[in-house]
C-alpha cells in the first residue's frame, strides 16, 4: 500500500490568495477525513466523505472553506481566500469503516502571510 | 468544557517504565481513537476501540465504557515511544483531546 498521499507538503502563500490541497486515499478504502491541526486549537476535524459523499461537514470553519470528492481515489480542500489565520498543518486520511483505524497522510503545512 | 480530558499532559520517563495515559471523556461516544504523533508531525492511528481491552505489542488500551474512561498502557517505555498520544472520541462529532506529550529518556 501506498498510503495516503497528500500534495502539497508545504505552501506559502499570501493572504487573499486561492489554496488547494490534495488527497489520495488508499485504495478500497471508503471513508475520507480531512482535519486541521494548530497550536492554539489541536487537532479539529473538518469534513469527511463516505463513498465520495459528503457526510459531516460541520467543523468546515466558514464558507472560504469547501471540499470536494470527485471520485474514490481523489479529494481536495480549497480556501479562497486564504487569510493567515488559516496557517495549519492539514491532514487527510481514510479508513475502510467509519470505526475502522483511520490511516493518515504526511500532512500538508499551510502558511499564509 | 472539553468533552476529552486527557492526563497528564506532560510526562517524562525512564527506558523501560510502565507508562499510563488517561482519556475522560463527558459524551456518549461509539468509538474512540488513540492517535500517535511524532515529533516530525506524522499521525499514526493505534488503536479503536468500542469496548474491552486491545492489545499491540508493548502497547495495551482500555475503554470503561461505564465510566466514560479509556487508558493507553506502554510496557518496557523506550526513547522510540516519544511522542503526543491523543485521544478522540466519536459521538454525534468528532472530539479531540490536547494531547499527551511524553518523553522517554535512555
Known amino acids: 500500500d501506498a498510503g495516503v498521499i497528500q500534495s502539497p507538503r508545504h505552501e506559502v502563500t499570501e493572504m487573499g490568495q486561492e489554496v488547494t490541497l490534495r488527497c489520495k486515499p488508499i485504495?478500497?478504502?471508503?471513508?475520507l477525513f480531512w482535519y486541521r491541526q494548530t497550536m492554539m486549537r489541536g487537532l479539529e476535524l473538518l469534513i469527511y466523505?463516505?463513498?465520495?459523499?459528503?457526510?459531516?461537514d460541520s467543523g468546515m470553519p466558514e464558507d472560504r472553506f469547501s471540499a470536494k470528492m470527485p471520485n474514490a481515489s481523489f479529494s481536495t480542500l480549497k480556501i479562497q481566500p486564504s487569510e493567515p489565520r488559516d496557517s495549519a498543518v492539514y491532514f487527510c486520511?481514510?479508513?475502510?469503516?467509519?470505526?475502522?483505524?483511520?490511516?493518515f497522510g504526511d500532512g500538508t503545512r499551510l502558511s499564509i502571510l | 468544557k472539553n468533552e476529552v480530558e486527557q492526563s497528564p499532559q506532560n510526562l517524562t520517563a525512564q527506558e523501560g517504565e510502565f507508562i499510563t495515559i488517561n482519556c475522560s471523556y463527558s459524551?456518549?461516544?461509539?468509538?474512540l481513537h488513540w492517535l500517535q504523533q511524532h515529533p516530525g508531525g506524522g499521525i499514526v492511528s493505534l488503536f479503536m476501540?468500542?469496548?474491552g481491552k486491545k492489545k499491540h505489542g508493548r502497547l495495551i488500551a482500555t475503554i470503561n465504557i461505564q465510566e466514560k474512561h479509556s487508558s493507553l498502557h506502554i510496557t518496557a517505555s523506550h526513547p522510540r515511544d516519544s511522542a503526543v498520544y491523543i485521544c478522540?472520541?466519536?459521538?454525534?462529532?468528532?472530539?479531540f483531546g490536547t494531547g499527551t506529550s511524553l518523553t522517554v529518556i535512555p
Open positions: 486520511a481514510s479508513s475502510r469503516g467509519e470505526h475502522q483505524p483511520q490511516h
Open positions: 466523505f463516505n463513498n465520495n459523499v459528503p457526510i459531516d
Open positions: 459524551v456518549g461516544i461509539s468509538a
Open positions: 485504495s478500497g478504502h471508503d471513508y
Open positions: 476501540l468500542s469496548s
Open positions: 478522540a472520541v466519536r459521538g454525534n462529532q468528532f472530539y
